[in-house]
């Protein structure tokens, strides 16, 4: 099937077979392998990407189903040289370890500071009327979707309030 | 064979004149991470178009495959090969060259006697990923069952000593126990986990000609290289392995497993490169797993809290046909002053997945029940649980009298207290409120072993003066490219800019990999090592060169620094020195072997644990509200990377704790948890003001740099800190890991 979005900025076009998820379109036939397949359940979020600026699981997602879209994954953040903020805090906190969880992490972060800025609601948050602060525990309630079995969470942590302006 | 003497002397690590030592240098490869262009296995660019393989599980657990049907696989869109039991091509016994330490014998891929569910016996190969799943689906086996022992309590009445060993009794601990003053004696059970590693296994392989190349997963090159030369019944030489970035490995990619060998040989068969990945579900059923473990633990105390009679004995599982002991008791035998003794294992044989090793083996389970029993005994005696722990410190390795090389364990626990607020710790439990919550406080200590082992490495300095790094070791997440490359450049006094490190090539000087906390210490004294020959032969470069202004002088007087070469105010830079004197570079090697009289000490690096959590009376949930550890591992090699290993090992205490286990499913034989939703490792929520600090130490009885591991200290006993802090809130005294809320609930008082 034909389908077009843009990917990272840029115009693209596949001929997709309808079974294929858009983590596996993105990684085996547009070569983007920053986003992981560690589940292909959309349990560990390692395949985080944004479409139209909202985080999703890329693996529960057929790739015909997104014409039109807009999507943004870890290759469309920053470059090695030009890091994102948040790429940056990452490194400078040492919020991974193995790396693999952490294109998932940073695009989660993305899509969470998003969310909260246009006042999204968490399981943490306590008053539904009022404006949301981004607490410590807002922020740990609202990637708990994104697993790193290196447990670096409390670097992660501090690398999103620093990235969020939050520190 | 070196000696622990050696290791004394200054050195440029120990003088570490640029600071790079112990500095909390970025990640080397963390560039590449953070922006997802670290090729993992599954990703490398394969020189031509891969195709797409496809693992097919057995759904019994013994037996064997009596028929295969492939005919309309086959015939299905795009497929390229399918193979069962009935077709996969010979191969080779594998076993002869392995390393005992890393790796072990594995059954061919696809044998047709079944082991345990999940096993492989079947393999897709197609043009694509979605067509390789879809044919595998219509692959058609049957199976003859036989009966499997799958239910570890079910066979405890089977336990038997692990061949090969013995308890380990000093004095007499029977008549010891028997005359104690205060006596404890409690049964402490570890469920099994597994280690749910963010990437799955993968390969990629190809060849050329003869020769093979794979990219895999795995945390031993050389025994990957090995074990798949065997497999393929090919000379080593012909076998390439690279593994470059690995998804974490915690001990369960210490093996190759069927997506190495079936990679290649289906790349070898197709003429065309071939990448397999492990689905979630097969890194459950067909890798290896912790096992679970009960633990008899038996004290005898004086009144005043000196223990007199000791006792752990450990009952755990292995899969049948391949043997594997979780040494749950062993850390115990140095740990505790106690003049009468006994440590012991004993073996389960099941028809379910091989045990094996997972983040500090032994250590890990056997400390879940020591330290909480350590806990119940300070209570019965009255006595603080540092305070009896204090009291009963050894000045000599309390089993086999010999000195410690170093041992803060004291210092750990006083500090440790002192930092967290300990004093504040009401000893009466339930006596804290916080709004619905019960809040309490928890300790315990932390102790794992120390190891070296043989490895080499080679460094090269090119005109430009970039010195290259090279070494057959992985890095798992662990910092090996960052420690490396600190290490480099100190030695060599350059900048950290102009070194690169190159890893997980078998075609590299080897290593003996990632694994038992023995990786820094291995694989940095090798690169020491390396980097001492360069300084000797730049020495020398310079001293006997006539452009040189270093020309006639004594290369022993030679130093480095600042990216020069020099003797008192007589200097150059190292890059025109390699460009005039030896324009094609300078490569030499170096290595490390064990001193024979290390042995001569008990060598440990040691911890303390402080948890502070609230349970809830009503539903038996457990929060963790903070968790501070303090770690003596000898000298630090990046303040870092080290923080965040040590803080990520006590995480997966908190999961040993309070989330992680898994069972068997005693009509198939398969775990109940096969993925991320069932089996639950800590997530962002569960972890709360989690902190931790090293405290100064050089151990020089581990190795030239006086360093040691930090990579399996931290979960070493974390998860007791937390049960008994959850006691200390609730009353609860749980003996039954992780403290799900049913368990909770049941034992509230």
Same mark, same amino acid.
């Given at each position: 099937?034909?389908?077009?979005?843009?990917?990272?900025?840029?115009?693209?076009?596949?001929?997709?077979?309808?079974?294929?998820?858009?983590?596996?379109?993105?990684?085996?036939?547009?070569?983007?392998?920053?986003?992981?397949?560690?589940?292909?359940?959309?349990?560990?979020?390692?395949?985080?990407?944004?479409?139209?600026?909202?985080?999703?699981?890329?693996?529960?997602?057929?790739?015909?189903?997104?014409?039109?879209?807009?999507?943004?994954?870890?290759? @469309?953040?920053?470059?090695?040289?030009?890091?994102?903020?948040?790429?940056?805090?990452?490194?400078?906190?040492?919020?991974?370890?193995?790396?693999?969880?952490?294109?998932?992490?940073?695009?989660?972060?993305? @899509?969470?500071?998003?969310?909260?800025?246009?006042?999204?609601?968490?399981?943490?948050?306590?008053?539904?009327?009022?404006?949301?602060?981004?607490?410590?525990?807002?922020?740990?309630?609202?990637?708990?979707?994104?697993?790193?079995?290196?447990?670096?969470?409390?670097?992660?942590?501090?690398?999103?309030?620093?990235?969020? @302006?939050?520190? | 064979?070196?000696?622990?003497?050696?290791?004394?002397?200054?050195?440029?690590?120990?003088?570490?004149?640029?600071?790079?030592?112990?500095?909390?240098?970025?990640?080397?490869?963390?560039?590449?991470?953070?922006?997802?262009?670290?090729?993992?296995? %599954?990703?490398?660019?394969?020189?031509?178009?891969?195709? %797409?393989?496809?693992?097919?599980?057995?759904?019994?657990?013994?037996?064997?495959?009596?028929?295969?049907?492939?005919?309309?696989?086959?015939?299905?869109?795009?497929?390229?090969?399918?193979?069962?039991?009935?077709? =996969?091509?010979?191969?080779?016994?594998?076993?002869?060259?392995? !390393?005992?330490?890393?790796?072990?014998?594995?059954?061919?891929?696809?044998?047709?006697?079944?082991?345990?569910?999940?096993?492989?016996?079947?393999?897709? =190969?197609?043009?694509?990923?979605? $067509?390789?799943?879809?044919?595998?689906?219509?692959?058609?086996?049957?199976?003859?069952?036989?009966?499997?022992?799958?239910?570890?309590?079910? !066979?405890?009445?089977?336990?038997?000593?692990?061949?090969?060993?013995?308890?380990?009794?000093?004095?007499?601990?029977?008549?010891?126990?028997?005359?104690?003053? =205060?006596?404890?004696?409690?049964?402490?059970?570890?469920?099994?986990?597994?280690?749910?590693?963010?990437?799955?296994?993968?390969? #990629?392989?190809?060849?050329?000609?003869?020769?093979?190349?794979?990219? #895999?997963?795995?945390?031993?090159?050389?025994?990957?290289?090995?074990?798949?030369?065997?497999?393929?019944?090919?000379?080593?030489?012909?076998?390439?392995?690279?593994?470059?970035?690995?998804?974490?490995?915690?001990?369960?990619?210490?093996?190759?497993?069927?997506?190495?060998?079936?990679?290649?040989?289906?790349?070898?068969?197709?003429?065309?490169?071939?990448?397999?990945? %492990?689905?979630?579900?097969?890194?459950?059923?067909?890798?290896?797993?912790?096992?679970?473990?009960?633990?008899?633990?038996?004290?005898?105390?004086?009144?005043?809290?000196?223990?007199?009679?000791?006792?752990?004995?450990?009952?755990?599982?292995?899969?049948?046909?391949?043997?594997?002991?979780?040494?749950?008791? !062993?850390?115990?035998?140095?740990?505790?002053?106690?003049? !009468?003794?006994?440590?012991?294992?004993?073996?389960?044989?099941?028809?379910?997945?091989?045990?094996?090793?997972?983040?500090?083996?032994?250590?890990?389970?056997?400390?879940?029940?020591?330290?909480?029993?350590?806990?119940?005994?300070?209570?019965?005696?009255?006595?603080?649980?540092?305070?009896?722990?204090?009291? $009963?410190?050894?000045?000599?390795?309390?089993?086999?009298?010999?000195?410690?090389?170093?041992?803060?364990?004291?210092?750990?626990?006083?500090?440790?207290?002192?930092?967290?607020?300990?004093?504040?710790?009401?000893?009466?439990?339930?006596?804290?409120?916080?709004?619905?919550?019960?809040?309490?406080?928890?300790?315990?200590?932390?102790?794992?072993?120390?190891?070296?082992? +043989?490895?080499?490495?080679?460094?090269?300095?090119?005109?430009?003066?970039?010195?290259?790094?090279?070494?057959?070791?992985?890095?798992?997440?662990?910092?090996?490219?960052?420690?490396?490359?600190?290490?480099?450049?100190?030695?060599?006094?350059?900048?950290?800019?102009?070194?690169?490190?190159?890893?997980?090539?078998?075609?590299?000087?080897?290593?003996?990999?990632?694994?038992?906390?023995?990786?820094?210490?291995?694989?940095?004294?090798?690169?020491?090592?390396?980097?001492?020959?360069? /300084?000797?032969?730049?020495?020398?470069?310079?001293?006997?060169?006539?452009?040189? +202004?270093?020309?006639?002088?004594?290369?022993?007087?030679?130093?480095?620094?600042?990216? $020069?070469?020099?003797?008192?105010?007589?200097?150059? +830079?190292?890059?025109?020195?390699?460009? /005039?004197?030896?324009?094609?570079?300078?490569?030499?090697?170096?290595?490390?072997?064990?001193?024979?009289?290390?042995?001569?000490?008990?060598?440990?690096?040691?911890?303390?644990?402080?948890?502070?959590?609230?349970?809830?009376?009503?539903?038996?949930?457990?929060?963790? /509200?903070?968790?501070?550890?303090?770690?003596?591992?000898?000298?630090?090699?990046?303040?870092?990377?080290?923080?965040?290993?040590?803080?990520?090992?006590?995480?997966?205490?908190?999961?040993?704790?309070?989330?992680?286990?898994?069972?068997?499913?005693?009509?198939?034989?398969?775990?109940?948890?096969?993925?991320?939703?069932?089996?639950?490792?800590?997530?962002?929520?569960?972890?709360?003001?989690?902190?931790?600090?090293?405290?100064?130490?050089?151990?020089?009885?581990? $190795?030239?740099?006086?360093?040691?591991?930090?990579?399996?200290?931290?979960?070493?006993?974390?998860?007791?800190?937390?049960?008994?802090?959850?006691?200390?809130?609730?009353?609860?005294?749980? /003996?039954?890991?992780?403290?799900?809320?049913?368990?909770?609930?049941?034992?509230?008082?």
């Amino acid at each position: 099937m034909k389908t077009s979005f843009t990917l990272n900025g840029q115009a693209a076009s596949l001929d997709l077979d309808p079974r294929t998820t858009l983590l596996d379109a993105l990684r085996e036939q547009l070569s983007l392998k920053g986003s992981k397949k560690g589940c292909d359940h959309g349990q560990c979020g390692a395949c985080t990407v944004l479409v139209n600026g909202r985080r999703i699981n890329a693996c529960l997602s057929l790739a015909v189903t997104h014409e039109g879209d807009e999507i943004t994954t870890v290759e @469309g953040l920053g470059t090695s040289e030009t890091l994102h903020p948040v790429q940056a805090a990452f490194l400078e906190h040492d919020a991974f370890q193995c790396g693999y969880c952490t294109p998932g992490q940073i695009c989660s972060t993305i @899509g969470m500071l998003k969310e909260a800025a246009d006042g999204w609601a968490s399981l943490a948050t306590a008053d539904l009327t009022a404006d949301t602060v981004l607490s410590d525990e807002e922020i740990r309630e609202r990637m708990s979707g994104n697993l790193c079995r290196c447990s670096a969470y409390p670097q992660i942590l501090a690398a999103i309030r620093s990235a969020g @302006g939050l520190a | 064979m070196s000696s622990v003497k050696d290791w004394a002397a200054p050195t440029p690590i120990s003088e570490n004149r640029s600071g790079l030592i112990g500095k909390g240098v970025d990640r080397y490869e963390g560039r590449l991470k953070v922006t997802g262009s670290a090729p993992f296995a %599954y990703e490398v660019e394969a020189p031509s178009k891969p195709a %797409y393989g496809v693992l097919i599980a057995s759904p019994i657990a013994r037996g064997v495959v009596t028929s295969a049907d492939i005919a309309q696989a086959q015939a299905s869109p795009g497929v390229l090969l399918v193979w069962t039991p009935d077709n =996969v091509p010979a191969q080779g016994e594998r076993g002869a060259k392995i !390393n005992p330490r890393s790796q072990r014998g594995a059954n061919p891929a696809l044998a047709d006697r079944v082991e345990h569910f999940g096993q492989h016996v079947g393999f897709v =190969v197609a043009d694509t990923l979605e $067509n390789a799943k879809a044919a595998a689906a219509l692959v058609r086996l049957t199976y003859e069952a036989t009966p499997a022992d799958l239910i570890f309590e079910d !066979n405890l009445a089977q336990a038997d000593q692990p061949e090969g060993e013995e308890d380990v009794r000093v004095g007499d601990f029977e008549a010891a126990f028997a005359g104690a003053a =205060v006596r404890l004696d409690e049964t402490y059970v570890s469920p099994l986990q597994n280690h749910a590693q963010m990437e799955p296994c993968a390969t #990629t392989a190809w060849w050329d000609g003869d020769h093979v190349t794979v990219h #895999t997963s795995i945390q031993m090159v050389k025994g990957g290289q090995h074990t798949l030369a065997e497999t393929l019944m090919i000379p080593s030489t012909q076998v390439r392995l690279i593994t470059r970035y690995i998804g974490g490995g915690f001990g369960g990619k210490g093996q190759a497993y069927d997506d190495l060998t079936l990679a290649a040989l289906a790349a070898r068969a197709l003429g065309q490169p071939v990448k397999v990945a %492990y689905t979630r579900q097969q890194m459950f059923q067909a890798t290896i797993h912790r096992p679970a473990v009960h633990m008899r633990v038996r004290l005898g105390a004086q009144a005043d809290g000196r223990l007199d009679a000791f006792a752990l004995e450990a009952v755990t599982h292995c899969r049948r046909e391949a043997p594997f002991t979780e040494h749950a008791a !062993n850390f115990a035998r140095s740990l505790y002053a106690a003049p !009468n003794r006994l440590t012991g294992h004993r073996l389960v044989k099941l028809d379910i997945p091989a045990a094996g090793p997972m983040r500090a083996p032994g250590e890990a389970s056997g400390m879940l029940s020591l330290e909480c029993a350590m806990d119940e005994l300070a209570e019965q005696l009255g006595l603080d649980p540092v305070e009896l722990r204090l009291r $009963n410190e050894p000045e000599t390795d309390p089993e086999t009298g010999k000195p410690f090389s170093t041992r803060q364990l004291v210092r750990c626990m006083t500090e440790g207290a002192q930092r967290f607020g300990w004093d504040r710790r009401n000893p009466t439990p339930g006596q804290v409120r916080d709004g619905r919550w019960l809040v309490g406080l928890g300790m315990a200590a932390a102790i794992r072993g120390n190891f070296l082992l +043989p490895a080499k490495a080679g460094v090269r300095i090119d005109a430009d003066g970039t010195i290259t790094l090279r070494q057959g070791m992985t890095d798992i997440g662990t910092g090996t490219y960052t420690i490396l490359a600190q290490i480099t450049a100190e030695t060599l006094g350059v900048p950290l800019s102009q070194v690169k490190v190159e890893l997980g090539d078998s075609d590299f000087p080897p290593a003996p990999g990632s694994g038992g906390q023995f990786g820094a210490a291995t694989a940095g004294s090798a690169a020491f090592a390396a980097g001492m020959n360069l /300084r000797k032969a730049l020495a020398e470069l310079a001293t006997g060169d006539p452009n040189s +202004p270093l020309y006639g002088d004594d290369p022993e007087l030679v130093s480095f620094g600042g990216g $020069n070469i020099a003797v008192d105010n007589r200097a150059e +830079p190292l890059d025109r020195l390699v460009a /005039r004197a030896a324009p094609d570079g300078v490569y030499v090697e170096g290595a490390i072997t064990p001193a024979a009289d290390a042995r001569d000490y008990s060598q440990h690096t040691y911890g303390a644990h402080f948890a502070e959590v609230g349970v809830d009376p009503d539903t038996g949930e457990v929060r963790l /509200r903070r968790m501070f550890g303090v770690f003596a591992a000898g000298r630090i090699l990046n303040a870092k990377t080290a923080m965040s290993q040590i803080t990520g090992g006590m995480i997966w205490g908190v999961g040993t704790a309070l989330h992680e286990y898994n069972e068997v499913d005693p009509r198939y034989g398969s775990f109940i948890a096969q993925d991320l939703a069932g089996y639950h490792v800590p997530a962002h929520a569960d972890i709360v003001d989690l902190s931790a600090m090293f405290l100064d130490e050089v151990d020089d009885k581990a $190795n030239p740099m006086g360093i040691k591991g930090v990579g399996e200290l931290g979960i070493a006993g974390a998860g007791a800190a937390i049960a008994n802090a959850v006691y200390n809130a609730s009353g609860a005294r749980i /003996r039954s890991y992780p403290l799900t809320p049913e368990k909770v609930l049941a034992a509230l008082p």
